[in-house]
Protein backbone atom coordinates (compact mmCIF):
# COMPACT_ATOMS: atom_id res chain seq x y z
CA UNK A 1 0.00 0.00 0.00
CA UNK A 2 1.80 3.33 -1.02
CA UNK A 3 1.66 6.55 1.78
CA UNK A 4 0.59 9.59 -0.48
CA UNK A 5 -0.17 13.16 -0.18
CA UNK A 6 -3.59 14.02 0.07
CA UNK A 7 -2.91 15.46 -3.92
CA UNK A 8 -2.73 12.64 -4.88
CA UNK A 9 -5.51 10.53 -3.55
CA UNK A 10 -8.06 11.46 -6.22
CA UNK A 11 -5.72 9.99 -9.05
CA UNK A 12 -5.13 6.90 -6.93
CA UNK A 13 -8.87 6.79 -6.13
CA UNK A 14 -9.83 6.60 -9.57
CA UNK A 15 -7.75 3.88 -10.75
CA UNK A 16 -8.79 1.84 -7.59
CA UNK A 17 -4.80 1.96 -6.00
CA UNK A 18 -4.59 0.79 -2.46
CA UNK A 19 -2.91 3.85 -0.46
CA UNK A 20 -3.39 5.63 3.20
CA UNK A 21 -2.72 9.45 2.73
CA UNK A 22 0.21 10.59 5.15
CA UNK A 23 -1.16 10.57 8.41
CA UNK A 24 -3.21 7.24 8.46
CA UNK A 25 -6.43 9.29 8.44
CA UNK A 26 -7.70 8.39 4.74
CA UNK A 27 -6.87 4.48 3.57
CA UNK A 28 -8.39 1.51 1.67
CA UNK A 29 -9.23 -1.62 1.40
CA UNK A 30 -10.46 -4.43 -0.56
CA UNK A 31 -13.65 -6.62 0.02
CA UNK A 32 -15.06 -9.77 -0.96
CA UNK A 33 -11.72 -10.24 -2.91
CA UNK A 34 -11.62 -7.61 -4.80
CA UNK A 35 -14.71 -6.88 -6.04
CA UNK A 36 -15.41 -4.10 -3.85
CA UNK A 37 -12.93 -1.06 -3.64
CA UNK A 38 -13.42 1.28 -0.53
CA UNK A 39 -11.86 4.41 0.40
CA UNK A 40 -12.61 5.62 4.11
CA UNK A 41 -11.81 8.39 6.23
CA UNK A 42 -11.16 8.00 10.22
CA UNK A 43 -12.09 4.75 9.81
CA UNK A 44 -14.45 2.07 8.67
CA UNK A 45 -17.56 3.66 10.49
CA UNK A 46 -16.90 6.26 7.56
CA UNK A 47 -16.82 4.89 4.31
CA UNK A 48 -16.80 7.67 1.78
CA UNK A 49 -16.46 5.85 -1.82
CA UNK A 50 -17.07 2.17 -3.09
CA UNK A 51 -16.63 0.89 -6.36
CA UNK A 52 -18.23 -2.57 -7.66
CA UNK A 53 -16.28 -3.84 -9.67
CA UNK A 54 -18.80 -6.75 -10.63
CA UNK A 55 -21.90 -3.18 -11.51
CA UNK A 56 -18.67 -1.33 -12.43
CA UNK A 57 -20.66 1.27 -10.35
CA UNK A 58 -19.23 4.20 -8.44
CA UNK A 59 -21.13 4.78 -4.99
CA UNK A 60 -20.41 7.55 -2.70
CA UNK A 61 -21.30 8.63 0.52
CA UNK A 62 -24.20 11.06 0.33
CA UNK A 63 -24.66 12.26 4.00
CA UNK A 64 -22.66 14.68 5.59
CA UNK A 65 -20.23 14.65 8.54
CA UNK A 66 -19.51 17.62 10.70
CA UNK A 67 -15.75 17.58 10.47
CA UNK A 68 -14.07 19.64 8.14
CA UNK A 69 -10.77 17.17 7.43
CA UNK A 70 -13.32 14.71 6.40
CA UNK A 71 -15.53 17.07 4.18
CA UNK A 72 -11.98 17.86 2.54
CA UNK A 73 -10.93 14.57 2.69
CA UNK A 74 -14.24 13.71 0.44
CA UNK A 75 -13.78 16.54 -1.82
CA UNK A 76 -9.88 15.42 -2.35
CA UNK A 77 -10.52 11.56 -2.65
CA UNK A 78 -13.58 12.32 -5.27
CA UNK A 79 -12.51 9.67 -8.46
CA UNK A 80 -12.37 11.49 -11.64
CA UNK A 81 -15.40 10.44 -13.29
CA UNK A 82 -18.04 11.87 -14.50
CA UNK A 83 -20.65 13.24 -11.88
CA UNK A 84 -23.70 11.48 -13.27
CA UNK A 85 -22.00 8.21 -13.08
CA UNK A 86 -21.58 8.37 -9.01
CA UNK A 87 -24.65 6.86 -7.19
CA UNK A 88 -24.87 8.78 -4.01
CA UNK A 89 -26.48 7.19 -1.24
CA UNK A 90 -26.67 7.38 2.89
CA UNK A 91 -23.72 5.78 4.87
CA UNK A 92 -26.13 3.37 6.17
CA UNK A 93 -26.76 1.69 2.64
CA UNK A 94 -23.16 1.98 1.59
CA UNK A 95 -22.34 0.13 4.66
CA UNK A 96 -24.70 -2.33 3.67
CA UNK A 97 -23.01 -2.65 0.42
CA UNK A 98 -19.74 -3.43 2.18
CA UNK A 99 -20.96 -5.60 4.79
CA UNK A 100 -22.80 -7.74 2.07
CA UNK A 101 -19.96 -7.62 -0.29
CA UNK A 102 -21.25 -6.37 -3.30
CA UNK A 103 -24.08 -4.10 -4.61
CA UNK A 104 -25.52 -7.75 -6.53
CA UNK A 105 -25.41 -8.99 -2.74
CA UNK A 106 -27.01 -6.54 -1.14
CA UNK A 107 -29.98 -5.88 -3.45
CA UNK A 108 -31.06 -9.91 -3.39
CA UNK A 109 -30.72 -9.53 0.81
CA UNK A 110 -33.31 -6.89 0.35
CA UNK A 111 -35.17 -8.65 -1.77
CA UNK A 112 -35.17 -11.97 0.44
CA UNK A 113 -35.61 -9.76 3.36
CA UNK A 114 -38.95 -7.98 1.87
CA UNK A 115 -41.84 -8.84 3.90
CA UNK A 116 -44.52 -11.64 2.37
CA UNK A 117 -47.82 -11.21 2.61
Known sequence: MDIISNNEMSEFT???QHFRNNNGTVYTKSINHEQLYVVYSYGEHWPMYVHDNVSHTWFGNGD???????????????????????????????????????YTEYCAGRVIRQPTN
Open 64 to 102: RYSRPTTNRHTVMATPDIHPEDMVYVSKDILQDIISFGG
Open 14 to 16: THQ
